[in-house]
């Protein structure tokens, strides 16, 4: 069946360093798109990225469709962009396990 | 404005009781949708409404029953729980219908089934 793979699963940051997380999907994907989910549950949406690459203050994406991976960059990390980020796509909106981000002081 | 909101915020029940779970936007978006996100886990699509018609059922059991009045409203009734529905359950919206399209969502209802 069709799969959303992200890593790492866990990720632990200084403040102000940078990381890149990881999406992989085993099947063409039309609708890609990546959320940070924060501690209390909100889900936000952060790009909207079938193909090519965005950027939206410190953090830009990438969708690679042909290789069928995409990528979330953060930069100059803060502690408030702890949480967990999924990336999710296809009909059925299926989610990755996500990666749990947790950015130290 | 940008946002979808949910009623209530929490709400515990017993198994015989029969609740409902509210969801509503005002951004004129055609396709609403339910999820549900147990602890540490991602979050699964459960229905979609497209133009106030059900277009996706996630084969989920019949204990839940949406509804979708309007275009601006989603309801998710509950009736016979058990306590493995015990879970966030998420409202999403977007301009368009699925699947492609941009999502936003409400801040959820936290379940709790005694």
């Known amino acids: 069946g069709i799969q959303v793979e992200q890593s790492p699963p866990d990720l632990i940051l200084q403040e102000g360093a940078n990381s890149t997380l990881r999406c992989n999907f085993s099947?063409?994907?039309?609708?890609l798109q990546w959320f940070h989910q924060n501690p209390w549950g909100q889900l936000i949406n952060l790009f909207y990225?079938?193909?090519g690459t965005k950027q939206n203050g410190r953090l830009s994406a990438t969708t690679v469709a042909t290789e069928r991976y995409s990528l979330l960059y953060i930069s100059s990390s803060q502690t408030t962009d702890s949480g967990v980020y999924f990336c999710?796509?296809?009909?059925?909106?299926?989610f990755g396990a996500g990666t749990r981000l947790t950015v130290k002081p | 404005d940008t946002e979808v909101t949910q009623t209530p915020k929490h709400l515990v029940m017993g198994m015989t009781n029969k609740k409902s779970l509210k969801c509503e936007q005002h951004?004129?978006?055609?396709?609403m949708y339910w999820y549900k996100q147990k602890a540490k886990k991602p979050p699964e699509l459960m229905f979609v409404?497209?133009?106030?018609?059900?277009?996706i059922n996630e084969s989920v059991p019949s204990r839940f029953s949406p509804e979708c009045p309007n275009s601006s409203l989603l309801n998710l009734h509950l009736h016979a729980l058990q306590p493995e529905d015990s879970a966030l359950y998420l409202c999403?919206?977007?301009?368009?219908?699925?699947?492609?399209?941009?999502?936003?969502f409400g801040p959820g209802t936290r379940l709790t089934v005694l």
């Open positions: 099947d063409s994907v039309n609708n």
């Open positions: 999403a919206s977007t301009a368009l219908a699925p699947p492609a399209d941009t999502q936003y």
């Open positions: 990225i079938p193909s």
């Open positions: 409404y497209s133009y106030e018609k059900l277009s």
């Open positions: 999710a796509g296809y009909n059925d909106m299926r």
């Open positions: 951004m004129g978006h055609r396709a």
